[in-house]
Nanobody, 123 residues
Framework: QVQLVESGGGLVQPGGSLRLSCAAS????????IGWFRQAPGKEREGVSC????????YYTHSVKGRFTISRDNAKHTVYLQMSSLKPEDTAVYYC????????????????WGQGTQVTVSS
């Protein structure tokens, strides 16, 4: 099973930026995508973005389009989430995950999760 380790979270002021990293033990075409998800207190886990392991196509939830960018470094087995123009409502624990048979932002399609990294947007 692929091991995933997230890093890069922290406290940032509104309008600021952060880059999250998801280091995977390997990249494999056994799964179709690597995704980023977030979960705020009292809310359901939400799909934020994913990137296809096949052709690098990217997908975003509407609320982050134009602000977040997902990318990958195949040599480092790492997927990044560059977050800009951050808002207080972006505050959550952010997780990366693998496992879907097609690129999707549906959390139930993923079965392999990292431990999460906290992002707090506050002045």
């Amino acid at each position: 099973q692929v091991q995933l380790v997230e890093s890069g979270g922290g406290l940032v002021q509104p309008g600021g930026s952060l880059r999250l990293s998801c280091a995977a033990s390997e990249f494999t075409l056994d799964y179709a995508a690597i995704g980023w998800f977030r979960q705020a207190p009292g809310k359901e886990r939400e799909g934020v973005s994913c990137i296809s392991t096949n052709d690098g196509s990217t997908y975003y939830t509407h609320s982050v389009k134009g602000r977040f960018t997902i990318s990958r470094d195949n040599a480092k087995h790492t997927v990044y989430l560059q977050m800009s123009s951050l808002k207080p409502e972006d505050t959550a624990v952010y997780y990366c995950a693998t496992g879907p048979v097609y690129p999707t932002l549906l959390a139930y399609e993923y079965h392999n999760w990292g431990q999460g990294t906290q992002v707090t947007v506050s002045s």
